[in-house]
């Protein structure tokens, strides 16, 4: 009976987690572009952005999804890190609802409210158009479902009567501050082990409201969930950016500072957040429903006061991260390396995972118009030692260019298993296509310094009048680049879709008009067939590079398929 007790006990944490990941991730579908919309326009000024941290992380019920959303916007140029910093610091205070809505589970056998839920969920799932609300009602569900078994079965374990638990613990002098040092490094170990600051707070309220820990522990262990949580985020952030790994250095900076002044006047502070609840942590006995109230107490005030210190000093600790972490030096040019998405665990919520995917090919998109900007300077270059050196850095930006393909699209791949919604699905659709047809521009942007090798090697050159040509038609289509690149960075709505048709059509005139006046050209002996040859191959490469581009640019625009 005991096993079994033990596996109902791990079973409903892990539901508790399924749970409130299942809530947020139906609200952000229900709400993911409003939300980001949000997070962009609603942070003019450091009050501003902390209250909208606070409600968004609120809503969502996850403070990782709201720092996602805000380091995205950082990368993106959208918010500093003054910005991020005050939003991440108002999703410190929105997760303490998490606390609340526990609190209020191990108030009273809520289970017996879940069961009416559950069949409305089921119903509304069916019904196609509202099934993100059914989906958030299963989420509630479950986590309402664990809280009540948590509660039962806590109750099942008789854990005061525990020999070897009161045992224990009786090892700990509850008013001794190494104890309270000693609990707070295992909630640290233990939050950063269970990747989940909600399941360790639930355990920590099943301990307390059981009578086996008493409340000064107990909170050393919310404490000690605080910097868990921030040390999985910076691990993470290690494989990203330098503006990533920076705001989530801000993030630990916050919880780390907090904790320090709560340790310096700690049993001060905690009798006064139990006199607000009406308990006193003196006492034998205190009512279990009181204690589970002093955790979620404790959990509001350490954010808010903690918050309410440190939003004076956004700039300090904006100088502060940007003084620990530097810039890698790597050439992000020259070295293969996903800026966003690379191996960034932190990303929890597929919708939002599609925001960093597009700001990844938004990159790959600029590369590829580097890569032929050196195509261009190829051509110009006389000096055998020179042309060498460039040409094997284009090879280098090919297998960059194929990397950067298949990397994404895995990517891509994985956030597509989870359960999404419609626009997204076709958001991750167009994103395959689009960087299926920008590798396709830099396998075109080989072709063509691949036959410039060929003309080198050779002992013929081009005419001056071919080369005046070439540097036209290669004029032409890096403004088609820049055309696509402007659209990849820009908003759809403001973008001039006929502009890059017409560039398309210039280069079809003009490569047809090149392709008649070669024929001409070396029916007159103006020059070899071999290099009347080699010159329409990099004139119908760059043709078709114009093609990809305005299929990168439909894909984008959610328009037809471009035929060539």
Same mark, same amino acid.
């Given at each position: 009976?005991?096993?079994?007790?033990?596996?109902?006990?791990?079973?409903?944490?892990?539901?508790?987690?399924?749970?409130?990941?299942?809530?947020?991730?139906?609200?952000?579908?229900?709400?993911?572009?409003q939300?980001?919309?949000?997070?962009?326009?609603?942070?003019?000024? =450091?009050?501003?952005?902390?209250?909208?941290?606070?409600?968004?992380?609120?809503?969502?019920?996850?403070?990782?999804?709201?720092?996602?959303m805000?380091?995205?916007?950082v990368?993106?140029?959208?918010?500093?890190?003054a910005?991020?910093?005050?939003v991440?610091?108002?999703?410190?205070?929105?997760?303490?609802?998490?606390a609340?809505i526990?609190?209020?589970?191990?108030?009273?056998n809520?289970?017996?409210?879940?069961?009416?839920?559950?069949?409305?969920?089921?119903?509304?799932?069916?019904?196609?158009?509202?099934r993100?609300?059914?989906?958030?009602?299963?989420?509630?569900?479950?986590?309402?479902?664990?809280?009540g078994?948590?509660?039962?079965t806590?109750?099942?374990m008789d854990?005061?009567?525990?020999?070897?638990?009161?045992?224990?613990?009786?090892?700990?002098?509850?008013?001794?501050?190494?104890?309270?040092?000693?609990?707070l490094?295992?909630?640290?170990?233990?939050?950063f082990?269970?990747?989940?600051?909600?399941?360790?707070?639930?355990?920590?309220?099943?301990?307390?409201?059981?009578?086996?820990?008493?409340?000064y522990?107990?909170?050393?262990?919310?404490?000690?969930?605080?910097?868990?949580?921030?040390?999985?985020?910076n691990?993470?952030?290690?494989t990203?950016?330098?503006?990533?790994?920076?705001?989530?250095?801000?993030?630990?900076?916050?919880?780390?500072?907090?904790?320090?002044?709560?340790?310096?006047?700690f049993?001060?502070?905690?009798?006064?957040?139990?006199?607000?609840?009406g308990?006193?942590?003196?006492?034998?006995?205190?009512?279990?429903?009181?204690?589970?109230?002093?955790?979620?107490?404790?959990?509001?005030?350490?954010?808010?006061?903690?918050?309410?210190?440190?939003?004076?000093?956004?700039?300090?600790i904006?100088?502060?991260c940007?003084?620990?972490?530097?810039?890698?030096?790597?050439?992000?040019?020259?070295?293969?390396?996903?800026?966003?998405?690379?191996?960034?665990?932190i990303?929890?919520?597929?919708?939002?995972?599609?925001?960093?995917?597009?700001?990844?090919?938004?990159?790959?998109?600029?590369?590829i118009?580097?890569?032929?900007?050196m195509?261009?300077?190829?051509?110009?270059?006389?000096?055998?030692?020179?042309?060498?050196?460039?040409?094997? =850095?284009?090879?280098?930006?090919?297998?960059?260019?194929?990397?950067?393909?298949?990397e994404?699209?895995?990517y891509?791949?994985?956030?597509?298993?989870?359960?999404?919604?419609?626009?997204?699905?076709?958001?991750? =659709?167009?994103?395959?296509?689009?960087?299926s047809?920008?590798?396709?521009?830099?396998?075109?942007?080989?072709?063509?310094?691949?036959?410039?090798?060929?003309?080198?090697?050779?002992?013929?050159?081009?005419?001056?009048k071919?080369?005046?040509?070439?540097?036209?038609?290669?004029?032409?289509?890096?403004?088609?680049?820049?055309?696509?690149?402007?659209?990849?960075?820009?908003?759809?709505?403001?973008?001039d879709?006929?502009r890059?048709?017409?560039?398309?059509?210039e280069i079809?005139?003009? =490569?047809?008009?090149?392709?008649?006046?070669?024929?001409?050209?070396?029916?007159?002996?103006?020059?070899?067939?071999?290099m009347?040859?080699?010159?329409?191959?990099?004139?119908?490469?760059?043709?078709?590079?114009?093609?990809?581009?305005?299929?990168?640019?439909?894909?984008?625009?959610?328009?037809?398929?471009h035929?060539?």
């Amino acid at each position: 009976m005991s096993l079994l007790i033990i596996f109902k006990l791990v079973g409903a944490i892990a539901l508790l987690i399924y749970g409130m990941k299942a809530m947020s991730e139906a609200l952000q579908k229900m709400a993911g572009s409003q939300l980001r919309h949000v997070l962009g326009a609603m942070t003019t000024n =450091r009050f501003t952005g902390m209250l909208t941290g606070m409600f968004v992380t609120a809503s969502v019920q996850s403070s990782a999804a709201t720092t996602v959303m805000t380091v995205s916007f950082v990368n993106a140029g959208l918010l500093t890190l003054a910005q991020a910093i005050s939003v991440i610091m108002g999703a410190n205070i929105g997760t303490t609802l998490s606390a609340w809505i526990m609190s209020a589970g191990f108030s009273f056998n809520i289970t017996n409210f879940v069961w009416p839920a559950f069949l409305i969920g089921i119903m509304l799932i069916y019904m196609k158009r509202y099934r993100y609300i059914g989906d958030f009602l299963f989420g509630a569900s479950f986590m309402f479902f664990a809280l009540g078994t948590l509660n039962i079965t806590g109750k099942e374990m008789d854990l005061a009567h525990n020999a070897a638990l009161a045992e224990f613990f009786s090892q700990f002098d509850p008013n001794n501050f190494g104890t309270i040092l000693a609990f707070l490094v295992i909630g640290t170990i233990l939050t950063f082990c269970v990747q989940s600051s909600a399941a360790l707070m639930a355990i920590t309220m099943v301990l307390c409201t059981s009578g086996v820990l008493s409340i000064y522990p107990g909170i050393a262990l919310v404490m000690g969930e605080n910097i868990g949580t921030t040390i999985t985020a910076n691990l993470a952030a290690m494989t990203g950016n330098t503006q990533a790994r920076r705001a989530a250095l801000s993030h630990m900076f916050f919880n780390v500072f907090g904790v320090l002044w709560v340790l310096i006047m700690f049993f001060p502070f905690v009798n006064f957040v139990c006199s607000l609840t009406g308990v006193d942590p003196e006492a034998n006995s205190i009512n279990p429903v009181r204690l589970s109230f002093v955790l979620a107490t404790f959990h509001t005030m350490f954010n808010v006061t903690n918050t309410f210190i440190l939003i004076w000093f956004i700039p300090q600790i904006e100088h502060f991260c940007c003084w620990a972490i530097k810039p890698r030096k790597a050439d992000e040019e020259e070295d293969f390396r996903l800026n966003y998405i690379g191996g960034n665990t932190i990303m929890k919520t597929p919708e939002l995972s599609v925001l960093e995917a597009q700001k990844e090919i938004q990159l790959f998109a600029k590369r590829i118009q580097r890569m032929f900007g050196m195509v261009r300077e190829l051509l110009g270059i006389t000096d055998t030692n020179e042309f060498t050196k460039l040409y094997s =850095r284009i090879e280098k930006y090919e297998s960059i260019s194929d990397n950067m393909e298949i990397e994404i699209a895995k990517y891509l791949n994985n956030v597509s298993d989870a359960h999404l919604s419609d626009d997204t699905k076709a958001k991750i =659709r167009a994103m395959l296509r689009e960087i299926s047809e920008i590798e396709s521009i830099g396998d075109s942007c080989y072709n063509i310094a691949r036959t410039l090798n060929r003309k080198t090697a050779g002992k013929e050159d081009f005419t001056e009048k071919q080369y005046e040509h070439l540097h036209q038609m290669l004029e032409l289509t890096d403004d088609s680049l820049t055309q696509m690149n402007v659209l990849m960075t820009g908003r759809k709505d403001s973008f001039d879709v006929n502009r890059s048709f017409n560039i398309e059509n210039e280069i079809n005139n003009y =490569r047809t008009q090149l392709k008649n006046q070669n024929i001409n050209d070396i029916n007159n002996h103006e020059y070899a067939y071999e290099m009347g040859t080699m010159y329409m191959d990099i004139v119908s490469e760059c043709e078709k590079l114009g093609d990809y581009v305005v299929n990168v640019v439909e894909a984008r625009m959610g328009t037809r398929q471009h035929s060539a």
